[in-house]
Structure formats: structure tokens, C-alpha cells
């Protein structure tokens, strides 16, 4: 007698189930079963933030300089090697490619196999694309910048339906010199090349990023520990040497820290660390020699000079009782920190958006972009709102025409001001 085998459940059942739901939870139907709790949650997420369903994946892209900008302002470059050896191969074999992204879920590296290479393009993964949650709704990458935790999401399960051909698996990498979210590593491919094991593989090799992110911060350490520790000898007093985040390599006179707070805009000179006080910090290699001035302390840095007076020489003066140091800003620094300078009670993000780029829902990029300021100006710029500080003066030296006031600039707050300027 001929038997026949038993056929199970096929393949596309689980996928038709996550589909049932999905459908049911945009009608605000919660009778039918939810997914898995992560892209249960995630769906929630992106349903209060407004995401469409239907729309397309595309984003803006940054320039090709932005992108190349975050790729080297990103330690993540320095593993990319050890990312490549370990992924890039198996996604290529397996018809997918390897995506890694920076703390914002915007695309700074990929690699893979070249036909889907090609498709990704279709979905808007590419270089410079945005794939956090809020811009493309439930993906591999954006829930993992969401959670924090590696997740993987299969065809349904994505939130907006162009996406219901691809599977994606996605860890998140943090820098072990201070727990921060440098970036996503991402596996993706067609949803025929799903395999459960793609999410421990990709979460393994991201562990193995940060692992070799610690090894190389304590090489960095002992180096500099060896050159800082006979300096420190020949010193009296109270003095440090650091690395440049701040972690502790040699210590004299003092109670050891394991890590110093530092201002990111720190130079040589007479400094005023808030844990310390005033202290003179000179360069080392691979880091800072500081030594803690046991005289009065003094007030940190408290007025600031905006030249704007010449286009392709764009600078913010920074002076206090301590000294003077300048900052060369980019058209863009500039426009934002002209907006603050006539806006002393300070702006939102939305405001400075729609004074820079007339367009208040551009909040991403000038957070972004004050972030990369607040690197050489923490002393003087507050946040909650954005602002200058409270006790810093601040003065605005325009050109000696109103016309002349960045005279590329399309920003409206710059714009207003060459038809009517005066002094601020």
C-alpha cells in the first residue's frame, strides 16, 4: 500500500498569520492574535508616530561629504575590516548584503551580493538613507535603534508593505570606552533568503566588534600610560594623564578616577574642568597631561564673538578670565548660531529647523549639527532649549553691508536679517 507523507504547515503560513495581524492592528482590530512581542511593540511605535503604510521606503540621502564626514567621525570605521571578514562573505554566499549604519540609523557602509545590491536600491538602502523607525517604520535596523537589542524582521512583519519582500537581522554596537551607541549592523536580503540563524550570527560578530573596540582602547591606554608615567614622577602636585575620552592611564598627588570628565572642545592651555576646577592641560601622545592649578579658581568662559563679517573666514571667539580660543564654523554653524545669537531665550529643535531650513520638521539635522558644535563650544551653548548659555554675552560682527551677511545662505533667519540688519 502506498503511503504518503505528512505535509506540515507550509513555509508562507507563519508570514500570511504576522500579515492577518498587521492588516488587523491598522484596522484597529485587536481580536486577531499580535506578532512577537518586539514587532507587536514596535507597531505601536510606529503607528503613534505617524508612519504610512503605504508609503514608499525612499528617504533623503546625505550628501556624499556628510556621509563621509560620519564615516570617519566613527570608530565604527576602525572595525569595518573585522565587519567585513566576518559577514560580508557569509552575506554574500547567501545572496544578502551587510549594511552598518551611525547612532541615527542613516546607511554609512555596505557590501554584499552585487544583484541585491542592485534591489536594495529599490527600498532606499543605500549609502546615506534614513532607516530609523520613525522614517521607514518596523526594520531590522530601526527597532534595533529603538530597543537597543538584536532583532530580526521578516517580510509581514515589516511595517511598511514595500518592504514585505525582505528579511532583515540587526544588532546594535556600542562603544566600550563609554557605553554609547555608535551604530546598527544590519544582514538583509530577499525574504526568500530568511534563515533563523542570521540574528545570532549578526549579533555575535557585533559583540566581536566591541570586543576588539576594548582590546585596542587598552593597547591605547598601556601606550600611554608608559610614555605619561616618568613625566608624572618629575611633577609635584596634583596631575592626570587621560586619553582622549577621558579614561584614566597614570595618576600623581591624587585619588585615581577610572575616567575624567573632559569638554569635547579641549585644547592646550588653562582649562576649567568642572570635577577639578581650573587646571593647565598640555598634549600627549594619545592623550592629555593635566595638571590641577591649586591657586584661586576662576569663572569657565563667559562672552562669545560671532564673526560673520567675511564669508570664507566664518569664526566664533570664545573668551573668559582663563583665555581665548576660536572656532572656524562651516556656513552652516554659523547660520544656526546666528539664529541662538538673535534668539537669546533660545529655540527647539522644530524652531531652529524652520529658522535654517524653513522646514520645522527637519529636527534630525539640527540636532545633529548642534551636537557637532557643542564638540568645540559646551562652555557657552545650552540645550532644553538650544541657547547660549545663561551669563555668556554674546556679540554678532556683521559685514559692512547687510547684503554681504552669508550671502549664500537660503536660510529664512538670514535671509530676514540682509533686508533689515542691525546690530544684535
Known sequence: METRPVVGPTASDPVRLVHRAREARLAGDRT???PRAEIDASWERVLRSGVDP???PESELLETDEIEHRRRSSALGEVMPSLRDGLATIAD??????VVTDP???VLWRQGHAAVMRLAKDICLEEGAAWSETTTGTNAIGTALATRVPVQVHSAEHFIRALHGWTCAAAPVRDPRDGRLMGIVDISGPASTFHPTTLALVGSVAALAESELRARHLVAIERLRSVAAPILCRLGGRALAVDPHGWLAAVSGMPPVDRLPLPKSLRPGRVWLAS???CRVEPLPGGWLVQVSEGH???PPRRVVLDLSRERALVAHVAGPVGTWTVKLSPRHAELLYALA???EGRTAAELAEDVFGDATRTVTVRAEISRMRRHLAEVLAHRPY???????VEVVHPAHPADLLPRSTAPVVVRARTNAGPV
Request: hydrophobic share 40%.
Open 32 to 34: 486577531v492574535p499580535a
Open 54 to 56: 503605504e508609503q514608499s
Open 93 to 98: 554566499a547567501a545572496q544578502q548584503i551587510l
Open 104 to 106: 541615527e540609523g542613516r
Open 276 to 278: 577639578l576646577g581650573m
Open 297 to 299: 579658581a576662576e569663572a
Open 342 to 344: 538673535l534668539r537669546r
Open 387 to 393: 541657547r547660549f548659555g545663561e551669563g555668556v554675552e
